[in-house]
């Protein structure tokens, strides 16, 4: 069973960049989709970006000019840089995978998720 | 974009009532990619319902997902106390890839 391990800092100052990386264990690295999701109270919900193990990424256009999303199929790990961060993008951030289709079946939701980072913009 | 808007934002009932809450899309999606999620204090969400009628690994039979079109509905049948949580439905679209509902919260009366 796919299980995810997040880590990164925590603690940032506006315009600094914030880094996150997903480690995926138990697992077939290529068969899923991974993501970054993440959570405020303010906005909820809010997918950030996807790539597969080839490196095909999709962004979410509100945040695609500051977000990358990379993959290290060698450690089967996948990172997220987010750049000129404010207090806006203060928010739990999680990483999720999503199962590649496979034999016809395709899944449109993540399971499993990452514990989640709380991450905080402040001066 | 398609905006998923779930009511009530809150559901205030007692362990063995019945829940039902709602996702609405602002147009109309495949059932094939909406999603239910649980989520409880301090932990990520957990995914409950697939293709919006089926349960993912693990869940109970008090877990039921129906609906088409715009209008999407998790009912629970018998509130357990680990029940209670707030729930959120998922979609996957075009752009952006996936959105959520603002979550709909089922607390103890």
């Known amino acids: 069973q796919v299980q995810l391990q997040q880590w990164g800092a925590g603690l940032l100052k506006p315009s600094e960049t914030l880094s996150l990386t997903c480690g995926v264990f138990?697992?077939?690295?290529?068969?899923?989709?991974w993501n970054w999701i993440r959570q405020s109270p303010e906005k909820g919900l809010e997918w950030i970006a996807e790539?597969?193990?080839?490196?095909?990424?999709i962004y979410n256009p509100s945040l695609k000019s500051r977000a990358t999303i990379s993959v290290d199929t060698s450690k089967n790990q996948f990172s997220l840089k987010l750049t000129s961060v404010t207090a806006a993008d203060t928010a739990v951030y999680y990483c999720g995978g999503l199962r590649s289709c496979s034999s016809g079946s395709c899944h449109f939701w993540f399971d499993p998720w990452g514990q989640g980072t709380l991450v905080t913009v402040s001066s | 974009e398609i905006v998923l808007t779930q009511s009530p934002g809150t559901l205030s009932l007692s362990p063995g009532e019945g829940a039902t809450l709602s996702c609405r899309a602002s147009e109309s999606v495949s059932s094939r990619y909406l999603a239910w999620y649980q989520q409880k204090p301090g932990q990520a969400p957990r995914l409950l319902m697939y293709g919006a009628s089926n349960r993912a690994t693990g869940i109970p039979d008090r877990f039921s997902g129906s609906g088409s079109g715009t209008d999407f509905t998790l009912t629970i049948s018998r509130l357990e106390p680990e029940d209670f949580a707030v729930y959120y439905c998922q979609h996957y679209g075009s752009s952006p890839l996936h959105t959520f509902g603002q979550g709909t919260k089922v607390e103890m009366k």
């Open positions: 138990g697992g077939s690295f290529s068969g899923y989709y």
């Open positions: 790539i597969n193990h080839s490196g095909s990424t």
